[in-house]
Nanobody, 126 residues
Framework: VQLQASGGGLVQVGDSLRVSCAVS????????LAWFRQAPGKEREFVAA????????IFADSVKGRFTLSGDGAKNSATLQMLSLKPEDAAVYYC????????????????????WGQGTLVTVSS
């Protein structure tokens, strides 16, 4: 299973940006996909997750209302749309896949995900 994250870049505070994760070797229709992020000197933190079966989607409180997560079954990929970016959103964003449908209560835990992408850098300039 391979995950390819893309779409990071340098934006200004208040701008929007999309990061995508293309998955090969595993169909996402029976999986759970999540985004995590890690800023320099900080621990990795959960951002958002989506379970195809049942369509469950959850977000960290810090991004709720600003970020959306959507899946594309035909492309076996997912896109994290980020609006109204803040300096504290700057980080390396990682997508991760669990090869099963996680219950909502477990979707935010990194240990539940077996496969990880290489990360894409999001820089927010003020």
């Amino acid at each position: 299973v391979q995950l390819q994250a893309s779409g990071g870049g340098l934006v200004q505070v208040g701008d929007s940006l999309r990061v995508s994760c293309a998955v090969s070797g595993r169909t996402l229709s029976t999986s759970t996909l999540a985004w995590f992020r890690q800023a320099p000197g900080k621990e990795r933190e959960f951002v958002a997750a989506f379970r195809w079966r049942g369509g469950a989607t959850i977000f960290a409180d810090s991004v709720k209302g600003r970020f959306t997560l959507s899946g594309d079954g035909a492309k076996n990929s997912a896109t994290l749309q980020m609006l109204s970016l803040k300096p504290e959103d700057a980080a390396v964003y990682y997508c991760a896949v669990a090869p099963r449908g996680l219950i909502v209560g477990r979707m935010r835990f990194g240990g539940e995900y077996e496969y990880w992408g290489q990360g894409t850098l999001v820089t927010v300039s003020s």
